[in-house]
Structures are given as structure tokens and as C-alpha cells.
């Protein structure tokens, strides 16, 4: 009887055991594969490394002198005098539907507010929990009311001061909708 | 009496008047260092970014000896607002402003007059860090002997301890295995490559002028010889070569498995020839217990594989989602700002990093080290080798865009609570099963989405009151070629 004890509470530690224990793997160990025959692209893919190149990377910069298909080239610096002629010259082409306030409002959600704040006013999350030590600018002063939708598609394109550019991580016509969104609600809601 | 209790009175009020003045100069030189300090903390979260002191002009201009050349209050009005004072026709501040390129400064509204002051304090009071003069070469980089290599693993190991004080080894801090959780500090192996890179710090400098107060904070203590430093050198040098070795956790399944399977030869055995155990039934259970922990051990490795679920590996940065999106609420989209139109979520750009970092210069965990990697690759141009956690095989078609921005699915469902992962790991295990369980149960926008106008067949369904809602499956969410072509 008493084996049958010892028996029983090694079976019972061993279960104890198998429930609380997970892989054996440690967190760096992708574990292993079987027969991956058709699961790795031969052909190298965006963020593959290629020993192909110099710098080894699969993703290139288009050829020197030349611009990718239906890019249009942003001739503006981040200088003032860039931001006041960027204003005067860049037209809008998008119209102020429901619909592209809408798009706009999100993108703004996303790209603008953690700084920018919710209405506008350069209170965001990042500089109020004092993690972004410089106040963002105000949409709502009155520079910016008297600036055209151009005005700040170019800041969201090109930057200014510290604010870096966006112009790579926002599309152009979602940056167009940004500054109808600015205009039209955050500013026209200010005004009233 | 009357006299000698007035003398005596008078000897008190002495004594009085001496303790409390003794009190206010302690107060007040206790309050100075103090407005230092804040001087101190508030130039480095708000003038560092475009400011030097002694280091020429970054953005804005040089600022030692300001308070020579400017007036403070001139200086305290520039500095609160300095484009009202450019409009209102100051003729300095518009030379300043117009030596500087015409970039404006920030204006910092937001601090007082008390705090503006002790800035422009700290900046009249700071000196530059008095260099210590050593026997050694603390540059050198390599061609150590190997005794100097090995005494110096033997102090960065803590067998032997520092002359000057010092309580906890290198060690203890910078690891040179990595481990299961995330250690803030730089790996043993991360000081050593950025100590023997070109322009790399030697470690008098990285320590002595410690960069972030993190840094400050775990350093104080040690004052190391130029021996030490040197022959720290030497075995970082050589550390530099090789890498990081990986932690072993204890394989407890595969124990387990030998276990049952030690146990169930040893029943059969008895069953057949010893016979020792009288009861059958012990034999019986022994086996069948060891068989269903076999056949569960067999059934979970058999369905990791391929899969990778939980795979959390060591990133060249320690990026931590659980601060940039728990803490700081930064939306996803605004770091993988290609999810919602492109096959891949992204991994962001170094410029993106630099949009916040380049004024946010230390963490609150990790001080500068991490952050300054990513100016390192900038500079170097050399990309940082992030590494992909998540990876659909070559015979799956998987595109971001169609599941954020048609079927709006919130990027947790599939990818699990990231707010609160300090190191990225893989939450689903993205096998085939799970796909085709969500298909199965989520709904579609069908009546809004005018893609969906020519299911002309689940219209008419819909309106017969067949269904009120459509599911992936529905409209073809499970047919082979939807993910396999």
C-alpha cells in the first residue's frame, strides 16, 4: 500500500506539473517547422535582408534623377518662407463633403491630436503628461485661423520647427482632408 | 538680578539670532542648490533640443556668458515670448532672430518668472566637467593582452572589486545573457559594440558625464582607477566579438514526457515478469495516466509547429509598446501608418521615431542608450535590423488593408493586448483554424459597403428576412482561393 501511495503522488505532481508548465521554448526560439516546403518565399520580399546589394536590404530608392509613377514632387522646405509661398500657391482640390471631414476627423485622431489636442488647442496627451516637454502649437490662434487649408498642409507635409514632417506617413489628399477638418470643425467650432 | 537677567536675556536673544541665522544661510544655500537643480532639469526638458552651453551653436545659439551679453530681463521676456518681442519692433530681438536663419523660437509661456530665472542661473554657474588625467591610455580600443582581457572580465563580473567603492558589479546591470523579461539596462554585449565603434565613449567619459538621470542615479557611487577602466576596456573589446548568449529555460515537458515514460516501462515490466505489485489495477492506471500525458505532450508540440505563437523576441531596440502605446497613447496607425492600404502593417521608418525623439531625448526606463541608437543608424546610415515577429507563410495571402480599413477590425483582436507588452510577442497563433473561425463569425458592413451592391442574391435574401446580417463566409470568406492562390 504504501508504493501505491508514492505512486500516486508522483503521477499527481506530474499532473500539477503539466498544467502549470508551458513550451519549453524560451521566448527567443521560434520553435520548429515541418516540411515548410511552400512556406518561405524564394522570391525576396519588402523587409527580407538580400545579399544582393551592397547594403543588403530587399527595398531600394527609386534610380537617381527620377520620380515614382503619379508622385508629385513637393518643391517646399521646412523654412518660412517656404510655408508662406506654399500657402499662397497650393490649392486644394478636394471639396469639404461630409465624407471627407469624416476620413478627416480620423486621420486627425490618429496623426494629430496626441500633440494637437482633441480641439485643437496644443493641450495633447503627450505635452500634458509631460512626456513632450515643448507646447505644441494652437490650431485654434489666430494665426492659424487666418491661414488657409494650404498653410497647414504644408506643415503636415514638410513640418516646421520641431514638428517633423509628415508628408511620408500621411497621404496627400487624407492631409488635404486634415486641414478642411482644422478649418472647417475645430476652428469653425472656436469661432462661434 | 534685574541686570545680569537682562545680560542673560540678551545672551539668549544672541544666541537666538545666531542659530537663526546660521538656519537662514542653511536655508538659503539649500534653496540655492535646489533652484540649481530645477535650473538644471528644466534647460535639459526644454532648452537641450535647440541649446549648448560651451558647445557652439546647435539650432539656437551658443549660451554661455548669455547673461553677459544680454540683460536678464530682456533675456526672461525673450525667452517667455520671444515673437511678441519680435512684433512689437525690439530691435535686438529682431537681430537675434535674424542671425538665427529666422526660425523662431518656441515660446514657453507656460513657465514662470521664478523658473525662467533659475535657467538663466544654471546657465551662468555651469562649468565645464573637469577632465581627470590618467596613466593609461582609457581610448584604447584593441590589442589588449589577454591578462588584461581577463582581469578585466573578472571586475566586470564583480570578482574583483573596485578600489574606489562601488557596491554592485557590472554585471548585475548589464547582462551578458539575455533573460525572460525585459532588463532596461544596456546588455553587456549593446556597451561593448557602442564602446568600440568609432566615435564610441570611453568609459570614463559615459560614466563621468552620465546623460540621463537614470544614468546619473546608477553610477553615482563608482569612481573607478585608470587601471580599472582600462582593463574594462580591454574586455569590452573583446566582448564586442562575440555574441549574446541565449538563456535555457528548464525543459519541463520533455521531463515529464521521460518521466511517464521511465514509469510506464517500469509497469509493464512488473505486469510481465516481476509481479511485485499484487493490485493489477496500479499497472492499469500507471499506463493509461502515461499514455493520455504522452498523447497531450504529442498533441501541443505537433501543433506548434510552424507556429510561433508566443515568440517574443530580444529587438535591436528595446522598444516597448506597453509605454509608447499604454503610457503615451499614441495611436497604431500613427507608427504603421501603411495598415490601412498596404499587405503590410509597417515597421516604422527611423524618421518616424525622430518626430517625437527628436525632442524627447531619454527614456524614463532605459536613459539615452536606447534612443540614441536610432541617431546612431541615422548618422551611420546603417537600418536597424528590427525583427519580424509575425509571418504568414508564403502559400497565405494576408493584407493588412482589406481587414483595417474594410472590415475595420481594431488591430487587438488579432494582435492582443500590445498596450501592455513591454516586449512584442506574437498573441495569436495565426494558423488556419483561427482564421477561418473569425470568417465564420464576423459580420460584414454589407448594406453601406457599395462593393457588396452586386451580391445580387444576399440582397434579396436580406430583404426577404432570410438573415439580418452578413457574414465573411457569406460572401466567399472560405473558399480556397480567397487565401490561396
Known amino acids: 500500500m504504501k508504493k501505491n501511495k508514492t505512486f500516486l503522488s508522483i503521477i499527481a505532481a506530474a499532473g500539477l506539473l503539466l498544467m502549470t508548465g508551458s513550451c519549453d521554448r524560451s521566448r527567443n526560439d521560434k520553435g520548429y517547422e515541418y516540411f515548410p516546403d511552400m512556406a518561405h518565399s524564394i522570391a525576396a520580399e519588402t523587409y527580407t535582408p538580400n545579399p544582393n546589394f551592397a547594403d543588403g536590404q530587399t527595398m531600394r530608392l527609386p534610380a537617381e534623377n527620377t520620380i515614382p509613377r503619379e508622385m508629385v514632387p513637393y518643391p517646399y522646405d521646412n523654412s518660412l518662407e517656404s510655408r508662406a509661398l506654399a500657402a499662397a500657391e497650393l490649392i486644394n482640390p478636394l471639396e469639404a463633403t461630409e465624407k471627407n471631414l469624416l476620413i478627416g476627423k480620423e486621420q486627425y485622431r490618429i496623426f494629430c491630436e496626441n500633440c494637437h489636442g482633441t480641439l485643437g488647442d496644443g493641450k495633447g496627451y503627450l505635452f500634458t503628461s509631460k512626456k513632450y516637454a515643448i507646447q505644441p502649437a494652437s490650431l485654434l490662434s489666430e494665426k492659424m485661423l487666418g491661414a488657409p487649408e494650404a498653410d497647414i498642409y504644408h506643415v503636415i507635409t514638410a513640418g516646421y520647427q520641431v514638428m517633423g514632417a509628415h508628408g511620408q506617413m500621411i497621404r496627400p489628399d487624407d492631409r488635404w482632408r486634415i486641414a478642411m477638418f482644422v478649418k472647417n470643425e475645430l476652428q469653425a467650432n472656436t469661432l462661434k | ?485
Open chain 2, 1 to 485: 538680578m534685574s541686570h545680569t537677567s537682562i545680560k542673560s536675556g540678551f545672551r539668549q536673544a544672541k544666541m537666538l539670532l545666531v542659530s537663526l541665522l546660521a538656519f537662514l544661510l542653511f536655508s538659503l544655500s539649500s534653496f540655492n542648490s535646489n533652484a540649481q537643480d530645477q535650473g538644471k532639469q528644466l534647460f535639459e526638458k526644454n532648452c537641450q533640443v535647440c541649446h549648448k552651453i560651451g558647445g557652439g551653436k546647435l539650432v539656437g545659439p551658443e549660451l554661455l556668458g548669455i547673461s553677459q551679453l544680454r540683460e536678464r530681463e530682456w533675456l526672461v521676456k525673450f525667452i517667455r515670448n520671444s515673437k511678441e518681442l519680435i512684433d512689437s519692433g525690439d530691435k535686438l530681438a529682431i537681430q537675434v532672430y535674424e542671425e538665427n536663419n529666422k526660425i523662431p523660437m518656441q515660446s514657453f509661456t507656460n513657465l514662470s518668472n521664478a523658473e525662467i530665472n533659475s535657467i538663466i542661473d544654471y546657465i551662468d554657474n555651469w562649468q565645464p566637467v573637469q577632465k581627470k588625467e590618467f596613466t593609461v591610455d582609457i581610448n584604447k580600443k584593441d590589442g589588449f593582452t589577454e591578462t588584461e582581457i581577463r582581469r578585466g572580465e573578472r571586475m566586470f563580473y564583480g570578482l574583483i572589486p573596485f578600489e574606489n567603492g562601488g557596491t554592485a558589479s557590472c554585471i548585475s546591470c548589464h547582462y551578458t545573457k539575455n533573460t525572460d523579461s525585459l532588463n532596461w539596462n544596456p546588455s553587456a554585449h549593446d556597451l561593448a559594440i557602442a564602446f568600440v565603434e568609432k566615435n564610441g565613449m570611453n568609459i570614463y567619459e559615459s560614466m563621468s558625464e552620465p546623460s540621463s538621470q537614470v544614468m546619473e542615479k546608477a553610477h553615482q557611487e563608482y569612481n573607478l582607477t585608470g587601471e580599472e577602466i582600462y582593463n574594462i576596456s580591454a574586455f569590452l573589446s573583446e566582448f564586442s566579438q562575440k555574441e549574446t548568449k541565449q538563456f535555457k529555460i528548464f525543459p519541463k515537458r520533455l521531463m515529464l514526457f521521460i518521466l511517464f515514460a521511465i514509469l510506464m516501462t517500469l509497469a509493464i515490466i512488473d505486469l510481465i515478469f516481476t509481479k511485485k505489485l499484487k493490485y493489477r489495477i496500479v499497472h492499469l492506471i500507471i499506463i493509461a495516466v502515461g499514455l493520455a500525458v504522452h498523447l497531450n505532450i504529442a498533441m501541443t508540440e505537433a501543433k506548434a509547429l510552424s507556429r510561433t505563437q508566443d515568440y517574443a523576441p530580444d529587438q535591436p531596440i528595446k522598444f516597448s509598446h506597453q509605454i509608447h502605446v499604454g503610457e503615451n497613447q499614441i495611436d497604431c496607425q500613427y507608427c504603421h501608418h501603411i495598415a490601412d492600404f498596404s499587405k503590410s502593417a509597417g515597421i516604422p521608418s527611423n524618421d518616424v521615431c525622430m518626430n517625437c525623439h527628436n525632442v524627447v531625448l531619454a527614456g524614463t526606463n532605459s536613459g539615452k542608450f536606447e534612443i540614441n541608437k536610432i541617431k546612431r543608424s541615422i548618422e551611420n546610415g546603417e537600418p536597424i535590423e528590427w525583427i519580424r515577429i509575425h509571418n504568414m507563410p508564403e502559400h497565405v495571402f494576408f493584407s493588412h488593408s482589406q481587414h483595417v480599413n474594410a472590415g475595420n477590425i481594431a488591430c487587438e483582436t488579432c494582435h492582443g493586448p500590445v498596450a501592455e507588452m513591454h516586449i512584442m510577442k506574437q498573441f495569436s497563433d495565426l494558423s488556419m483554424g483561427w482564421c477561418i473561425d473569425c470568417h465564420r463569425d464576423s459580420k460584414v458592413n454589407f448594406k453601406d459597403n457599395e462593393y457588396y451592391s452586386s451580391y445580387m442574391k444576399l440582397h434579396e435574401q436580406m430583404k426577404a428576412g432570410k438573415f439580418d446580417s452578413v457574414t465573411v463566409e457569406q460572401i466567399g470568406g472560405l473558399d480556397c482561393m480567397k487565401c490561396h492562390y
